[in-house]
């Protein structure tokens, strides 16, 4: 910035000025993130509008007695609870409350949900739980009652719309994605036209048209008129969920229409400026939010471009210039938060936008109108929108399950992110000033060729110990990733729950954990995915892992395939139609740097956890050792038939979680690892690793890591053999 207003020759009083405006900014922003308190003395909370009743527990965000925002945790006890707490909107509720500290656990990965990012996007101090509470009242300020006439808003959807449509009309109406489903989720996802489904400036121009033509017909003074939208719109803001789309759109409009009333008609990159400013300055914490980075840098693009958009008189390329300009401005940091983005976005977005835009949007607000007025004919006009709007979704969907849309390389660095969009920037202005287009383009191609190539220039192997909880899951990368292995896939073991205790989207380890890794490391292959036993914990998120990357064969023990809990697994095998192997002990996995060999089960008879397969990796520099959940008698089978192939190995995945039915001091003296890993959960119900098996690593010297309390641990093999372990 200093060195363009220089370039531009400023006058000095004017970059000092900008300068000390700059760095004010900067000091103020870092005094009003919120930060922790030294001691969680909390003893009365007011819920905020932001919370979600999902099962048996309600969380979301409430401001304490001191001022400070909480996450606050709260376990319903029973159905009528539940009841009591869903049938009224929360917000301005009032409790005393008892609490505890919620546990630090470790978050899964780098490149999974953070929680603590989460709290200070959102000028959270941290968490509570609660333990016991009080109802003493509740407040009865504007902003609770607004954030009750969108409850009240979203309870008449739910009782008047079709329950297909109401996902939709929520999301589109009051700015509530909470009932979207997840297929239709990652099918809007792949086409790169989530964006539809918040409320933006598109949407808030539309209202905005519609409302002042209506106006304006009924004989409303244009300057009325316009008092009127400046009155109205901040209302709009909070009824459709206060979201920065939203935020952004209606601060713009008011600038804008407050300006022209003073018959000082302000230009549209100020007003986009102001309201940043007026946002910022308000929230502070608000630029971590990546609907905030995504929403502003979206418009600012559109902004900015106007020149090439003027350029075309040509609707469908002008619409191409939209989608293009925005889509390249966004891709970056798109890349960096969620580790790919659609290439058929391009084009989806011609058709799509504005068929949600001034079809779909209007329709859900005629409908909406209906509703109130006219009921009856709301009902018949439901009859006709209702499968139409169906058959949409089953072409989506479809659409959303063609190959090759997502451009998945991996995260790339900070610098990475900065040189793409110096390449974006670069590119658009030749393309604005007609000039350099060759080089334009040439540079902005070079950035994302080494975007696309950087995993495939690491020549170091590595060996991911995923944190999946109570489960095991391991990642292994040959060098140059010219070959990916995964050892189980973690899961959960599930219980039978009341209904009312049953959330509306089961978690799901596979989709919500060992996706996202694959994905932020720009796995879009697995060579071999090896099932070492048909145990829940460890195969159950085998499925959307499936759905999610390419899987080119799969390993499993002899005889677990008849398993129960291998089913759902075996339909989503065959639907892919992925070659799977029995594999025991003396068979092989080919690989150009490693001798991969399976030592165990020695029969052919499947028992459970003593007939896991058990691999051996190991070269002249390394000796790792699998072992699935292989107990006492398995490992003395290893000593009798491997005594001196085992011996000092570098690292060893203990077998059943630490359980201490597993880790025989026989067996562990033998091998003598440099470095043992515990897959077990934080907090873990089992009780794992036991206390035994940690005394007897700790006797034998044996240094130890577990993945539940250290979280994902990496062991990296360098190109000179050296081993280096690494934790989050």
């Known amino acids: 910035m200093l060195s363009l207003l220089l370039y531009k020759q400023f006058p000095i009083l004017f970059i000092a000025f900008t300068l000390s405006i700059g760095i004010g900014s900067f000091f103020y922003t870092e005094h009003r993130i919120p930060v922790p308190p030294l001691e969680k003395s909390v003893t009365q909370i007011t819920w905020t509008d932001t919370y979600r009743i999902n099962g048996s527990t309600l969380r979301g965000f409430a401001i304490s007695e001191n001022k400070d925002?909480?996450?606050?945790?709260?376990?319903?006890?029973?159905?009528?609870?539940?009841?009591?707490?869903?049938e009224h909107s929360i917000a301005g509720l009032t409790m005393n409350i008892l609490s505890e500290e919620t546990s630090n656990r470790p978050k899964a990965h780098m490149y999974a949900f953070d929680m603590d990012n989460y709290l200070k996007s959102n000028g959270s101090v941290g968490q509570l739980q609660i333990t016991q509470y009080e109802l003493i009242g509740k407040n009865t300020d504007f902003i609770t009652f607004m954030a009750g006439q969108r409850f009240k808003m979203k309870q008449h959807i739910e009782r008047h719309f079709p329950l297909s449509l109401q996902a939709e009309a929520e999301a589109l109406l009051i700015g509530s994605r909470e009932q979207m489903p997840t297929d239709m989720q990652n099918a809007y996802q792949t086409l790169g036209i989530t964006h539809l489904f918040a409320i933006s400036g598109l949407h808030v121009a539309l209202i905005v048209w519609l409302i002042y033509e209506m106006m304006i017909r009924i004989g409303v003074r244009r300057e009325t008129a316009n008092w009127l939208l400046i009155i109205a719109l901040p209302f709009y803001a909070l009824l459709a969920g206060g979201a920065p789309s939203v935020w952004r759109s209606v601060s713009v409009t008011e600038i804008v229409l407050i300006s022209m009333l003073f018959q000082r008609k302000i230009a549209i990159e100020d007003a986009f400026s102001l309201g940043i400013i007026g946002?910022?300055?308000?929230?502070?914490?608000?630029?971590?939010?990546?609907?905030?980075?995504?929403?502003?840098?979206?418009?600012?693009?559109?902004?900015?471009?106007?020149?090439?958009?003027?350029?075309?008189?040509?609707?469908?390329?002008?619409?191409?210039?939209?989608?293009?300009?925005?889509?390249?401005?966004?891709?970056?940091?798109?890349?960096?938060?969620?580790?790919?983005?659609?290439?058929?976005?391009?084009?989806?977005?011609?058709?799509?936008?504005?068929?949600?835009?001034?079809?779909?949007?209007?329709?859900?607000?005629?409908?909406?109108?209906?509703?109130?007025?006219?009921?009856?004919?709301?009902?018949?006009?439901?009859?006709?929108?209702?499968?139409?709007?169906?058959?949409?979704?089953?072409?989506?969907?479809?659409?959303?399950?063609?190959?090759?849309?997502?451009?998945?390389?991996?995260?790339?660095?900070?610098?990475?992110?900065?040189?793409?969009?110096?390449?974006?920037?670069?590119?658009?202005?030749?393309?604005?000033?007609?000039?350099?287009?060759?080089?334009?383009?040439?540079?902005?191609?070079?950035?994302v060729v080494i975007i696309q190539i950087g995993p495939y220039m690491d020549p170091s192997t590595r060996i991911s110990f995923v944190n999946v909880g109570q489960g095991d899951c391991i990642l292994i990368e040959m060098p140059y990733r010219e070959q990916v292995i995964m050892i189980d896939t973690g899961g959960i073991l599930r219980f039978d729950q009341e209904i009312w205790k049953q959330t509306s989207e089961p978690y799901e380890i596979g989709r919500q954990v060992v996706l996202p890794l694959l994905k932020g490391k720009g796995i879009n292959t697995i060579d071999t995915l090896i099932i070492t036993h048909a145990d829940a914990d460890h195969m159950e998120g085998a499925e959307e892992v499936l759905r999610g990357v390419k899987v080119k064969e799969i390993h499993i023990t002899p005889g677990s395939a008849e398993k129960e809990v291998m089913d759902d697994l075996w339909g989503e095998i065959e639907k892919r139609r992925i070659p799977i192997y029995e594999k025991k002990a003396g068979d092989i996995i080919l690989s150009d740097y490693f001798q991969?060999?399976?030592?165990?089960?020695?029969?052919?008879?499947?028992?459970?956890?003593?007939?896991?397969?058990?691999?051996?990796?190991?070269?002249?520099?390394?000796?790792?050792?699998?072992?699935?959940?292989?107990?006492?008698?398995?490992?003395?089978?290893?000593?009798?038939?491997?005594?001196?192939?085992?011996?000092?190995?570098?690292?060893?995945?203990?077998?059943?979680?630490?359980?201490?039915?597993?880790?025989?001091?026989?067996?562990?003296?033998?091998?003598?690892?440099?470095?043992?890993?515990?897959?077990?959960?934080?907090?873990?119900?089992?009780?794992?690793?036991?206390?035994?098996?940690?005394?007897?690593?700790?006797?034998?010297?044996?240094?130890?890591?577990?993945?539940?309390?250290?979280?994902?641990?990496?062991?990296?093999?360098?190109?000179?053999?050296?081993?280096?372990?690494?934790?989050?």
């Open 596 to 728: 991969f060999q399976y030592l165990y089960p020695l029969d052919e008879t499947y028992g459970g956890n003593n007939d896991s397969l058990v691999l051996s990796m190991r070269n002249i520099n390394f000796h790792g050792l699998f072992l699935g959940d292989l107990e006492e008698q398995g490992e003395l089978d290893l000593v009798k038939h491997y005594t001196q192939a085992l011996k000092q190995i570098d690292v060893l995945k203990v077998g059943h979680h630490g359980s201490k039915t597993s880790s025989n001091e026989q067996f562990l003296t033998l091998v003598q690892p440099s470095v043992a890993i515990i897959q077990a959960g934080f907090e873990n119900r089992y009780g794992h690793p036991h206390p035994e098996v940690v005394e007897r690593l700790e006797e034998l010297s044996i240094p130890y890591l577990q993945t539940g309390t250290d979280g994902t641990i990496e062991v990296e093999i360098n190109k000179s053999g050296e081993m280096f372990v690494t934790t989050p």
């Open 69 to 86: 925002k909480w996450y606050v945790q709260l376990k319903l006890e029973s159905e009528q609870h539940k009841e009591v707490f869903t």
């Open 279 to 447: 946002f910022v300055f308000l929230t502070p914490w608000i630029i971590f939010q990546i609907g905030f980075q995504l929403s502003y840098l979206a418009a600012f693009s559109l902004i900015y471009s106007s020149i090439l958009l003027i350029s075309s008189h040509s609707y469908l390329l002008q619409s191409f210039i939209i989608t293009a300009v925005c889509q390249l401005i966004v891709y970056p940091i798109l890349l960096y938060h969620f580790y790919e983005i659609s290439i058929s976005s391009f084009l989806a977005n011609l058709v799509f936008v504005p068929l949600f835009s001034f079809l779909i949007l209007p329709l859900n607000l005629l409908l909406l109108l209906l509703t109130f007025i006219l009921p009856f004919f709301s009902e018949i006009l439901f009859l006709v929108y209702e499968p139409v709007r169906g058959l949409l979704d089953l072409l989506i969907l479809k659409l959303g399950t063609l190959p090759y849309q997502m451009w998945n390389p991996m995260r790339p660095a900070g610098g990475v992110v900065l040189l793409a969009y110096f390449s974006v920037v670069l590119l658009l202005v030749s393309f604005e000033r007609k000039k350099n287009l060759f080089l334009g383009t040439l540079f902005f191609l070079v950035v």
